[in-house]
């Protein structure tokens, strides 16, 4: 539940680094926050240098000052750790804390995100430090939340790491002959007699480049690396949460997450936080689907629960390659595409620019000029004062979803290590699609891990599903079985949670729901397309066509072309009272448009509100109330026909069912639902 329940506002506000300034500086900032309606400040990011300048020697007097400051300013604090970046004088005297790459290079100091997780010193330190400050500033009511070390991510091919691997295999296969079955070691002759024989898979042992890739020659050993990276980070995340609870049991711990990022494993990070929090810096490139496939992503892996916008760009990122302007009004819209799908704070990266290294030229509220009066900073200080008039209207608010799309990271690492058949093959594209085309209908969806329940659902859809855990096709037989549409793809139902094929034809486990045998995959060159005719129109086949066998289903498309000319490539099998749907190929964007059409019709699942391409209707329910986010993500002007009464909660404007509601290009509606005309608050 983000913050916390003391908190009844949307809070606003972001990464504030009053070290980096000298302080003559500090209280022109806290004129210019209370200007633009900031009401928190995450602090202590990266200062871990100045708060432990040697090995027993501590010092907060700074952070004592900045402390005070912000408390009689009325600011709340997201407390960071500073163990995103270690000291200079640690890395030379503790070189154990220096990250190896898969190269076998081992890092000097720099960087940052630059200790090794299984480095002992670094575990040491880092939780002495987290502990230490709660401990200092425990009586300070005002630290709304514990932000540890900073986007963790990266990986480390050390020698203790390779040590701590070895132990990690030891506790989870128990036996060698295990540890052998599991990596089919038998394969090449690798079979271990040791555990101590057991290297890790880099560039030295089972990694090669190709195709600009790391690829490797094992892919079990490979995924079961990532896993123990991703645990390996976690379990620092949990040596600091730990010390941090000693002292303020009662205060929410996160970490700021990245969305959709492959190597860690966030489904199973999220059930260690208290709350998660990410950070959005969405590609101008990147369409309105993407930014709100992560963001539900975000919301899914801790139980659909908000989540906190930790951070986000005012104006520009410095780290594309072509830093674009958000243009006016699109920070507004972002902000709110935010909170639409569970944001209950908006913050930025960063209250102040910095005037060295490399993030001087990163967007900020206030900017190099120091002045409130830019375009920047006059946007963000009417967003606060939106936002400050809204309150508490749609915190914790829930999405309303009847639509599930299964997103599996095990099944992303295992897909992708994949040699063969094809190197287009891209889990987060094959999500998209599908996504995207649930996105375009305002249909709510939630993204969920193949450990929680689908019982909810009433379409659960599964791209890519090349990897079946054990239990999971029971679960997805039982959601069938009850009535739930299934919705599965190409190249699924090959390998277990070890990424060893099912045998006995694919798609393995699943072929009973399914109803078909799939026999070949052919793998189709950039360029090169086969075709089928789904409801009277041609769609292109691309990437790969899975040449099958009914058994039990019947064929919604046949191929058009090719030596499997009339085979099927889009299955249906009814199955117990539902049905289960195989789409045997990658296809284009219409198709997947038309497809979740027919789906959502036959499902009776409801459209939020039916609107121009571009303009996303979405909302959240808390309570009795339901709150619906018009967000207009075309420059131009757009207008759209209300399904219902509603009110504008800005500026109390009503509008009764069939109106039309006008938005200025990247415009925003916050409307709630009338169910009588009467005693509506306007905030
Ligand atoms: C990340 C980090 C911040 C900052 C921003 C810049 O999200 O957490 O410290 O570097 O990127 O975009
Ligand atoms: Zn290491």
New binding site residues.
């Given amino acids: 539940m983000a913050y916390g329940k003391n908190i009844n506002k949307i809070l606003y506000g972001g990464?504030y680094n009053p070290e980096q300034w000298p302080p003559e500086i500090w209280q022109e900032d806290m004129r210019l926050m209370k200007k633009a309606h900031i009401s928190i400040v995450t602090l202590n990011?990266?200062s871990w240098a100045a708060l432990q300048p040697s090995e027993d020697v501590y010092c907060f007097d700074t952070l004592d000052r900045i402390m005070e400051l912000v408390k009689e300013n009325g600011l709340k604090v997201c407390m960071a750790t500073s163990t995103?970046a270690h000291p200079a004088w640690m890395a030379k005297r503790h070189p154990d804390i220096l990250r190896t790459e898969s190269d076998g290079k081992k890092r000097r100091f720099g960087g940052?995100h630059n200790s090794c997780p299984n480095s002992p010193s670094y575990r040491h330190y880092a939780a002495k430090l987290a502990g230490k400050l709660a401990e200092r500033y425990r009586d300070f009511d005002n630290i709304a939340a514990w932000h540890v070390s900073?986007?963790f991510g990266g990986e480390c091919y050390c020698e203790n790491c390779e040590k701590a691997f070895q132990a990690w295999l030891k506790e989870r296969f128990g036996t060698i002959a295990e540890l052998n079955r599991v990596f089919d070691t038998s394969f090449w002759g690798h079979t271990f007699y040791d555990w101590d024989e057991v290297v890790l898979p880099d560039l030295r042992s089972e990694h090669f480049i190709a195709d600009g890739r790391e690829r490797t020659m094992f892919q079990g050993i490979t995924l079961e690396y990532r896993r123990f990276m991703s645990q390996s980070m976690l379990d620092c995340f949990r040596l600091e949460y730990q010390e941090i609870k000693k002292f303020m049991p009662d205060v929410p711990v996160t970490t700021?997450l990245?969305g959709f990022y492959k190597p860690l494993n966030y489904q199973k990070w999220a059930k260690e936080m208290d709350f998660v929090s990410w950070?959005s810096?969405p590609a101008p490139s990147d369409t309105p689907a993407q930014t709100a496939m992560q963001h539900d992503f975000m919301r899914g892996i801790k139980n659909q629960e908000s989540f906190v916008l930790?951070?986000q760009?005012p104006s520009v990122?410095?780290?594309q390659p072509y830093n674009k302007l958000k243009r006016p009004g699109q920070m507004r819209l972002l902000s709110y595409q935010a909170a639409a799908h569970g944001a209950d704070a908006i913050q930025f990266?960063?209250i102040r620019r910095s005037v060295g290294a490399?993030?001087k030229f990163?967007g900020a509220v206030i900017d190099h000029a120091g002045r409130d009066d830019t375009r920047v900073f006059r946007e963000t200080a009417a967003l606060g004062e939106e936002l400050e008039r809204l309150g508490d209207v749609f915190l914790e608010g829930r999405t309303p979803a009847e639509t599930a799309v299964l997103f599996d990271w095990d099944n992303w690492q295992a897909l992708e290590n994949s040699a063969g058949p094809s190197i287009l093959m891209n889990y987060m594209d094959a999500v998209t699609d599908y996504y995207t085309a649930v996105f375009e209908l305002n249909v709510p969806a939630d993204i969920i891990g193949a450990d929680d329940t689908f019982d909810s659902y009433k379409v659960l859809i599964a791209p890519l599903l090349y990897m079946t855990k054990a239990g999971l096709d029971d679960k997805i037989r039982s959601f069938v079985n009850r009535g739930g549409i299934f919705i599965t793809t190409y190249f699924s139902g090959i390998a277990d949670e070890h990424d060893l094929v099912i045998p006995g034809g694919y798609p393995g486990n699943l072929k009973d729901i399914l109803g078909i045998w799939v026999e070949e995959n052919d793998a189709l060159p950039e360029g090169e397309e086969n075709c089928f005719i789904y409801k009277g129109k041609m769609y292109p086949a691309r990437i790969l066509c899975d040449l099958m066998h009914l058994q039990g289903a019947q064929a919604l498309s046949v191929y058009e072309e090719d030596f499997y000319q009339n085979t099927p490539v889009i299955t249906k099998n009814q199955y117990g009272k539902g049905c289960a749907y195989y789409v045997g190929t990658r296809s284009n964007q219409e198709f997947y448009s038309s497809f979740m059409e027919d789906i959502f019709k036959e499902a009776g699942a409801a459209k939020t509100m039916v609107t121009p391409k571009g303009v996303e209707a979405a909302v959240r329910v808390k309570d009795d109330r339901e709150i619906l986010f018009l967000l207009n993500h075309n420059a131009g002007k757009e207008s759209v026909v209300m399904n219902h009464d509603y009110m504008d909660l800005l500026n109390g404007t009503e509008y009764p069912a069939g109106a039309l509601a006008e938005l200025n290009g990247r415009d925003v509606l916050i409307l709630q639902k009338l169910f009588r005309l009467t005693n509506i608050p306007i905030v």
Wanted: net charge negative; proline share 0%; glycine share 4%.
């Fill in positions: 990464d990011t990266f995103g940052r900073n986007e700021n990245m950070d810096y930790m951070e760009t990122t410095n780290w990266f960063q490399c993030e990163h």
